[in-house]
């Protein structure tokens, strides 16, 4: 990706779409009938961890668009499966315990994000979109981790 490339209006728009589960679950578990709050809660870590899932797959799209070779290469395939062994791994802990992980790890995968994007350009309409996407889906995930 070039970072002066123009950035996608429907990137924007599903990447908001995105956190609809994120927030409407989170809020649904704090706000709901007691009855939904196992659903809301479970419902939603499995959503974070699928979301996990996602965002390493980025890193495996960017390195097969540019071709990438040698270290970088290792670096970029190897980051872009972690998040998805991070995100089913959670599973595996009680739900309060997997919304917590999976809000860390969202962060930790923006802050790779960051330091990637000083070895292989990418717009900076996207880094902005991620840390509004992160800011959020984390929230969203330790806020409910709380309940």
């Given at each position: 990706m070039n970072a002066a490339a123009p950035f996608a209006p429907a990137a924007a728009v599903l990447g908001a779409a995105?956190?609809?589960?994120?927030?409407?679950l989170a809020a649904l578990a704090a706000l709901g009938p007691v009855t939904w709050y196992v659903y809301s809660l479970t419902a939603l870590s499995q959503y974070g961890a699928v979301i996990l899932t996602f965002v390493g797959a980025l890193h495996w799209g960017y390195?097969?668009?540019r071709g990438a070779r040698g270290q970088t290469a290792w670096l970029q395939y190897g980051f872009s499966v972690v998040p998805a062994l991070?995100?089913?791994a959670s599973l595996?802990?009680?739900v309060w315990t997997a919304l917590r992980m999976q809000a860390v790890?969202?962060?930790?995968?923006?802050?790779?994000?960051?330091a990637m994007a000083r070895v292989v350009p990418v717009?900076?309409?996207?880094?902005?979109?991620r840390a509004v996407l992160t800011v959020t889906g984390s929230a969203s995930l330790l806020l409910a981790s709380l309940l």
């Open positions: 995105g956190l609809l589960p994120f927030i409407a390195a097969l668009q991070l995100g089913w595996f802990f009680d790890a969202l962060l930790g995968c923006y802050a790779f994000d960051l717009p900076a309409a996207f880094l902005r979109l």
